[in-house]
């Protein structure tokens, strides 16, 4: 590894790092997850052809997010571990901003502050009695 080979790698580079960072972009699961909800799945079923799109858009994964070229590469597409891994993703239910605000130990004027009940409140409780 010579001065040439040194120059030559754009390691430290952040805009390459960047370009190649967004341009295989895939959706993020809450999107993905707001897909899947049946007033929005419906528009997935019957697309409308799209001659920009693989497949004319009209094989679609809705997990996923990725449109197929035929139903041959989205069935292979479908039994394959990326496809299952992202299922098993899509089965937890999303973080909500109220969950977000409470981990930072924020909190909004429109709530009320819950009590965390513990067993050792409990126990208190009732020897107490």
Known sequence: MGRLRR????KGIR?????YRTKRYMRDID???GDIQPENAGKFEKPELDPEL??????????????????E???E???GKIHKKRCKLLKEEPYSQAEAD??????RADTKPKK??????DVSENSTA
């Open 102 to 107: 409470a981990a930072a130990g924020l909190q």
């Open 31 to 33: 999107q993905i997850h």
């Open 15 to 19: 805009d390459i790092q960047r370009k």
């Open 54 to 71: 693989p497949g004319q858009g009209q094989f679609y994964c809705i997990q996923c997010a990725k449109h197929y070229i035929n139903q």
């Open 116 to 121: 965390a009940k513990t067993e050792a409140m």
């Open 73 to 75: 590469s989205l069935s």
């Open 77 to 79: 597409h479908q039994k």
């Open 7 to 10: 120059s030559r790698v754009h």
